[in-house]
T-cell receptor
Framework: GNSVTQMEGPVTLSEEAFLTINCTYT??????LFWYVQYPGEGLQLLLK?????DKGSNKGFEATYRKETTSFHLEKGSVQVSDSAVYFC?????????????FGQGTELSVKP | DVKVTQSSRYLVKRTGEKVFLECVQD?????MFWYRQDPGLGLRLIYF???????EKGDIPEGYSVSREKKERFSLILESASTNQTSMYLC????????????FGSGTRLTVV
């Protein structure tokens, strides 16, 4: 079945450092890929998405490119801020398999120190 | 923007009580979902619904039931709360279609004592 694997956290960075959070997936069809962010005590918010191969999703300085050849959707940001401290979830959905239900990775906690 | 509202941010209930968690969305979405989130276990799907009066079991439905009498409201019911149901509960909705993400509520942190 479909699945998502994320790098384990926690990830601790200094402010203005470069961020990469790795995400790889397994899917039988042509899924859409998502990154969600969860700030402390909150629900999940959609950060960015990509719906087909080679698409790049971007938002708030974060980027991720849908790489079909490596089945990856790594999240990157060039310069993190303390306010980026949160848990990040990679997810996929395939409308034609499993009816579009989101399948989540385990989440990666990011802590940014001043 | 779509809004998904969960009625309570924090709840404390006693073992054996019947607990209702309410979720309302305001954008006419067909699909609604209940997840629970626990440290080290990520998000696990409890139940979902593709239409009014329709429900499907997710990965961990035991000890839970749901109700969807109106399109905008999806209720999660703990028939007899137990301490192992202490968790963060997240409701989400989405419209039908490929490439459509979920919109989540802010979550309800339930403690069963």
């Amino acid at each position: 079945g479909n699945s998502v694997t994320q790098m384990e956290g926690p990830v601790t960075l200094s402010e203005e450092a470069f961020l990469t959070i790795n995400c790889t997936y397994t899917a039988t069809g042509y899924p859409s890929l998502f990154w969600y962010v969860q700030y402390p005590g909150e629900g999940l918010q959609l950060l960015l998405k990509a719906t087909k191969a080679d698409d790049k999703g971007s938002n708030k300085g974060f980027e991720a490119t849908y790489r079909k050849e490596t089945t990856s959707f790594h999240l990157e940001k060039g310069s993190v801020q303390v306010s980026d401290s949160a848990v990040y979830f990679c997810a996929l959905s395939d409308f034609y398999n499993q009816g579009g239900k989101l399948i989540f990775g385990q989440g990666t906690e990011l802590s940014v120190k001043p | 923007d779509v809004k998904v509202t969960q009625s309570s941010r924090y709840l404390v209930k006693r073992t054996g009580e019947k607990v209702f968690l309410e979720c309302v969305q305001d954008m006419d979405h067909e699909n609604m979902f209940w997840y629970r989130q626990d440290p080290g276990l990520g998000l696990r799907l409890i139940y979902f619904s593709y239409d009014v009066k329709m429900k499907e079991k997710g990965d961990i439905p035991e000890g839970y039931s749901v109700s969807r009498e109106k399109k905008e409201r999806f209720s999660l019911i703990l028939e007899s709360a137990s301490t192992n149901q202490t968790s963060m509960y997240l409701c989400a909705s989405r419209e039908t279609g490929q490439g459509v993400g979920y919109t989540f509520g802010s979550g309800t942190r339930l403690t069963v004592v």
